[in-house]
């Protein structure tokens, strides 16, 4: 009969799984985002909100922009992409683009127009939640579709939009002569987000010196205008120039790629008396992106 060890039972050891570790990180930056947004709906619940805590809630909503611009970049650097982490970034975008800057643009300046004010604020929070719906519904059908545009205005920019103007006017609420300004600016915003405009990723640069290059560019200009005017004036200038860029590009471009989209769908090009230019048009704008996915590729 074998008698019983007096020797210690080892402990088991816990190994430390870095790899599953590493997939909370960019789940942090995502709830973090919706801590920046949730706070901001909490300083609004008040009362009269005074110019500083506009400028605090429009504050929240830029880190808010910060943390979501980098749980995407964290997630790709450290590999841990997941459906999960996709589904809460969108949950996270619906908060703190949506609800918060809705809420706070209510109270900035759309309270001066009583009931239609409220929808004016549903609306644009409305418009946000659909943005992001069409946008899974697209990511899931198609996976490996090109990442060089995103249709329609984001909605964390046209977030950005918002709180950049308010920031620029100091948090100074708008008064009941401006409410109809502030309206037509949402609802301009609002559409955008459910429009099929595109707008550049700047994914698909033709090399990463060059997007590095891009954004220091970008970077750069932020703080020469900062300097020049004030941060808040810098940063609505910023977001101006990025939405103008897609209205432009989507004029220049229009005709050639409503006949790419009907090709696809299998409809009849239509039918031009002089149909010259717009083929050079869709040549040229084709070959710039058969050029890019090349480089890419390379």
């Known amino acids: ?114 009931s239609l004010g409220v929808f004016l604020a549903f609306v644009f929070a409305a418009c946000g939640a659909i943005r992001l719906a069409r946008f899974n519904v697209l990511a899931h059908r198609n996976p490996a579709a090109s990442s060089a545009f995103f249709l329609g205005l984001p909605i964390p920019l046209a977030a950005g939009v918002l709180i950049s103007v308010m920031l620029a006017n100091g948090g100074n609420l708008v008064t009941p002569a401006g409410a109809t300004s502030w309206a037509v600016l949402m609802l301009v915003v609002s559409y955008l987000m459910v429009s099929n405009v595109r707008y550049r990723t700047f994914k698909k640069m033709k090399s990463k010196r060059r997007a590095v290059l891009l954004f220091a560019s970008i970077g750069s200009l932020f703080v020469l205008l900062s300097r020049v005017f004030q941060p808040g004036l810098a940063l609505a200038m910023v977001f101006g120039v990025y939405v103008s860029m897609g209205l432009i590009e989507e004029v220049v471009f229009f005709r050639s790629r409503r006949r790419a989209e009907a090709l696809l769908l299998g409809a009849a090009p239509l039918v031009d008396a002089d149909p010259e230019p717009e083929l050079e048009e869709k040549a040229a704008f084709e070959a710039e992106e058969e050029e890019e996915d090349q480089e890419t590729l390379a």
């Open 1 to 114: 009969m074998t008698q019983p060890s007096d020797a210690p039972l080892k402990k088991r050891r816990v190994r430390f799984d870095l790899k599953k570790t590493m997939f909370v990180l960019p789940n942090l930056f995502t709830l973090s985002s919706i801590f920046c947004g949730f706070y901001a709906i909490v300083l609004m619940s008040g009362g009269e909100p005074s110019a500083g805590i506009i400028k605090q809630a429009a504050t929240l909503i830029a880190f808010a922009l910060f943390f979501d611009l980098m749980d995407g970049r964290v997630a790709r650097l450290t590999k841990t992409q997941s459906d999960f982490g996709m589904e809460l970034d969108s949950l996270a975008d619906v908060v703190s683009f949506g609800l918060a800057p809705a809420i706070l643009s209510y109270k900035y300046g759309l309270q001066h127009l009583g």
